[in-house]
């Protein structure tokens, strides 16, 4: 944070700094004002001590106010607490003479400093008009007697200090404008210099711009492929003088082989810019650019150095365009005998692409401009060792061809396979200079033979970690084979061991024979069978299994045997038992429950439990699929119900809790709330959920809320009364004696006696508005003891003075809570409210004490009592329990007729200690 004192930036926030330093000059002027007043009149120090304090506050006021960032409330709120500090002393000093209309001639320039000339007009006229009044006020002899008496010295120096102002003030406003002046000067230059930079900079973008646009347009005409050479000539000699310096006096020449093109205004001048290039089989292009009339020297004559980069660049596009047409012409040929139906590629003796044709960019994805020079390692899969292709490379080395397949990797990541053909051609001297590579896509063909063998081992897996025993028996009963799982199976519970051959009934369990054997005799007929069995192993001990046969067949449709699956359900078997258990037991739940329960599909009751019954009085022979859940439904709330059960179907997540109003069998209004969810029954979408009357506590709830807002009403109307009959009361009598003030100004004897009196009046204003303010709101402060703050309960209530009262408190090992303290606070006050008014007592008895984990409260009178059975119970008891409920307290009434009443209140500690 910056300095309060640093001084502002004064070219960045003028307004800022000469708030400042207007403050500055005025606390200054000030104190020399307050030095000189102290120096020559001493006797009347307070006033300049005063005079100090409220320019001090004046100053570092408007300076905060500044600082945060209030800098045009700084300037209106400086110049008018200026005003006054110089206004209000001339009135008390006896005159505008005191200190001095030039003081008030600063306080206008200080206000047109900091307010513009609107500002320092308005504060001109308005001391104009106040020095008018002071005048007026003098010459009728209404102003005070002068304080201070001035003697040439002193009114040369209360007079010299304000011209001083002034010259200060005037010397800031000069100084700043000259500051002004250069600091625009400066600003000028800057702009000056950046104009300059800023149209070089455009001039050379513009040159750019151009140069770019050339190179466009000649990319954009050997992109024609259909173009001839005398077509492509033409359009990128007429492209060219536009891409020079002076476009008007510029004209070209291109040349491609023996085809020639010249702008009609091409002259051979000494002016010139020429370049040459030859393609890979020889073909010339020339290309010329010249100026008709001599110009200005630059880089290379008249031309710039970016014009020869783009004459070249022009010239080296041309011989990539050369290249590229040659090479199409030349592999036409290739292309016509080989593309139709193989993958051909040529490559360099480096390994080099020099062509590929439209089924190798299929195969791999690659567009034909991705593969051209690029390495074939380019579609390497990594899938062959490295010395695969050490036997390649020695049959080219020996310009032998090579036959092999290649699994390939294409662009998008993916594997196929080609069966290729590489032959090398030899120039006349023997050597290698290019490869040409014929190719088959046999992708499907591996793919299948990789599939055929990855289902043979995975079924093989299957079959070895399967949970079921599997055999394959011959018709003899002769077993042909059998897994893991199997022989694992007979070892446990027959304790045998199998073996390729054995006879599969001397595995068989005796008592399930004869159901087994019906199931082979129709699998052999081409019956698929499945049952389950519950056999008695090697232990006694029984177990389920499920076993299913099917026909078994070779290539030729001939019978081989039977396929027979076991496997053991004796998990299965308990879980469906313990459903079936629990199913009943959750159905006597359902059954016997108050809550309603229901199941609604497709809008109507399918299911309601004996709850639901009793709730609405109907029979569930009425309910179930006879009427839709919405009949029952109060017709203010069907659109509610309607619209949350279809959300719920949708899947659109309403409330899990809603409340809506219900019509009974017998008319009656009932208020439903409802806790449903979605479920599947019977493979369709349904809602499943649970209701409950709260008819009552609704109804109770009313009855609260009616008795809080009655409660509230009466103690509205209690402290109205207590205001109009006391405060205002007061306040009555104290307004009559300012009347008689008003009257009675002169006699200060009778001022102050009213005065005297007026403070008592206003003393007893106050302790009425603090009595009723405790009562609404007490004061219940931590520090303070329980005990301290019921004594000032009794003592509020003036309950003393009617009754005898005792209390006894306990002191507790850990304080109660503030929350605590509050809430026995207000039992106590609606308790003893309610004897003061009702119970004729002249006995109070209150005992807070703590037995093992409670504390209890007990308040006891010895009034005229009333019977708990037959009164009914008012609002002060019932606040009383609902402040006690929310400690998870109980309360406890016992009174009878002329005996008097008592309250117990029993509070867990758990949940009022700190």
């Not at 027959?494 to 699998?523: T, V």
């Not at 079936?580 to 599909?601: A, W």
Request: hydrophobic share 40%; aromatic share 10%.
């Amino acid at each position: 944070m910056r300095n309060f004192f640093s001084v502002p930036d004064k070219e960045k926030n003028y307004q800022e700094y000469m708030v400042y330093v207007l403050a500055i000059i005025w606390s200054v002027v000030t104190g020399l004002i307050v030095s000189v007043g102290f120096y020559f009149f001493p006797e009347i120090w307070q006033r300049w001590l005063t005079l100090l304090i409220v320019a001090i506050f004046i100053c570092l006021f408007n300076l905060a106010l500044n600082r945060f960032g209030y800098t045009k409330l700084a300037s209106w709120s400086f110049t008018i607490m200026l005003w006054l500090f110089n206004t209000i002393p001339c009135y008390s000093a006896g005159g505008i003479i005191a200190p001095g209309i030039l003081s008030q001639i600063s306080v206008i320039l200080t206000a047109g400093f900091l307010l513009g000339w609107r500002g320092g007009m308005a504060i001109g006229i308005l001391t104009i008009f106040t020095d008018f009044g002071l005048v007026y006020l003098e010459l009728t002899g209404q102003l005070p007697i002068p304080s201070v008496m001035h003697t040439p010295v002193t009114r040369w120096i209360t007079a010299i200090i304000p011209f001083g102002t002034v010259l200060a003030l005037q010397y800031y406003a000069t100084n700043h404008l000259r500051s002004g002046l250069l600091a625009m000067q400066r600003e000028i230059v800057k702009r000056e210099d950046a104009e300059k930079i800023k149209d070089t900079t455009l001039h050379s973008l513009q040159e750019r711009l151009k140069e770019l646009k050339t190179l466009y347009s000649v990319n954009q005409i050997l992109q024609n492929e259909d173009a001839s050479y005398q077509q492509i000539v033409g359009e990128i000699a007429q492209a060219l003088p536009l891409g020079w310096q002076y476009p008007d006096i510029t004209a070209a020449r291109v040349r491609i082989a023996d085809t020639e093109f010249a702008t009609k205004n091409y002259v051979t001048s000494e002016y010139s810019q020429q370049v040459e290039v030859k393609s890979a089989l020889g073909t010339k292009a020339f290309i010329e650019v010249v100026y008709l009339k001599p110009m200005p020297e630059f880089d290379e004559g008249p031309f710039l150095k970016e014009e020869r980069d783009l004459i070249n660049m022009l010239a080296e596009m041309l011989k990539i365009d050369l290249d590229r047409r040659e090479r199409t012409v030349e592999l036409k040929d290739y292309k016509y005998a080989l593309d139709v139906a193989s993958i051909v590629s040529i490559s360099d003796v480096n390994g080099l692409f020099q062509f590929v044709n439209e089924n190798f960019c299929k195969a791999s994805k690659y567009k034909r401009e991705e593969l051209s020079g690029k390495h074939h390692s380019i579609i390497w899969s990594n899938f062959h060792p490295v010395e695969y292709f050490d036997e390649i490379r020695l049959a080219m080395q020996n310009g032998t061809p090579f036959r092999g397949e290649f699994c390939n990797k294409a662009k998008d990541g993916t594997l196929y396979w080609v069966d290729s053909s590489i032959v090398p051609f030899v120039d006349k001297n023997g050597k290698v200079y290019q490869y040409l590579s014929i190719s088959y896509d046999i992708t499907k063909q591996k793919n299948a033979e990789h599939l055929i063998k990855e289902q043979a081992a995975m079924f093989k897996a299957i079959i070895e970690n399967t949970k079921e025993s599997i055999y394959l028996i011959a018709p003899d009963y002769k077993i042909l084979q059998f897994n893991t799982t199997a022989k694992e199976r007979i070892e446990i519970t027959r304790g045998m061991e199998l073996h390729i051959g054995a006879d599969f009934r001397d595995y068989l369990f005796q008592d399930i024979s004869y159901n087994f054997y019906p199931m082979f005799y129709d699998s052999l007929k081409g019956i698929d069978r499945s049952e389950e069995f519950r056999a008695k192993g090697v232990n006694d001990q029984y177990f389920w299994f499920q076993a299913k046969t099917s026909p078994v067949y070779d290539l030729r449709g001939e019978l081989i045997g039977v396929r027979l699956l076991t496997e053991s359900i004796n998990d299965r078997k308990q879980a469906e038992a313990l459903l079936r258990e629990n199913e009943e037991k959750f159905r006597s739940i359902v059954e016997q429950s108050l809550v309603g329960i229901f199941i609604i599909r497709e809008g109507r009751l399918i299911y309601v439990n004996p709850g639901f019954e009793k709730i609405f009085g109907y029979s569930k022979d009425k309910l179930v699929n006879r009427i839709s859940f919405e009949d029952l439904v109060h017709e203010d709330d069907v659109e509610i119900v309607r619209d949350t059960y279809r959300k719920r179907i949708k899947k659109q997540k309403p409330k899990e809790q809603y409340i809506f109003r219900a019509i009974r069998n017998d008319g009656v209004l009932l208020h439903i709330e409802v806790i449903a969810s979605l479920i599947t029954y019977d493979h369709e979408p349904a809602v499943i959920g649970t209701l409950v009357d709260i008819t009552d506590r609704i109804e109770e709830e009313r009855r609260i809320s009616k008795a809080v807002l009655d409660a509230q009403e009466n103690e509205r109307l209690q402290i109205g009364m207590e205001l109009h009959d006391n405060v205002k009361q007061i306040l009555a009598g104290s307004g009559l004696y300012l009347d008689m003030v008003q009257n009675k100004l002169n006699d200060k004897a009778a001022v102050s006696n009213i005065l005297v009196e007026l403070k008592k009046f206003n003393a007893q204003a106050i302790t009425e508005v603090r009595r009723l303010s405790h009562q609404l709101a007490p004061l219940v402060e931590e520090d303070t003891k329980l005990n301290d703050k019921i004594e000032w309960l009794i003592g509020s209530l003036k309950l003393k003075e009617l009754v005898s009262v005792s209390i006894q408190i306990n002191e507790f090992e850990e304080p109660l809570d503030n929350s605590t303290q509050l809430t026995f606070y207000r039992i106590l006050q609606e308790q003893l409210s309610n004897i003061v008014k009702h119970a004729k007592a002249s006995l109070v008895e209150i005992n807070i004490r703590s037995v093992n984990d409670h504390i209890y409260l007990q308040v006891k009178d010895n009034g005229i009592g009333f019977d708990v059975n037959s009164k009914k119970e008012g609002i002060g008891l019932a606040n009383i329990r609902r402040r006690v409920q929310l400690l998870n307290g109980k309360v406890e009434v016992v009174s009878f007729p002329d005996k008097g009443c008592e309250i117990n209140i029993h509070i867990p500690k758990a949940t009022v200690l700190r």
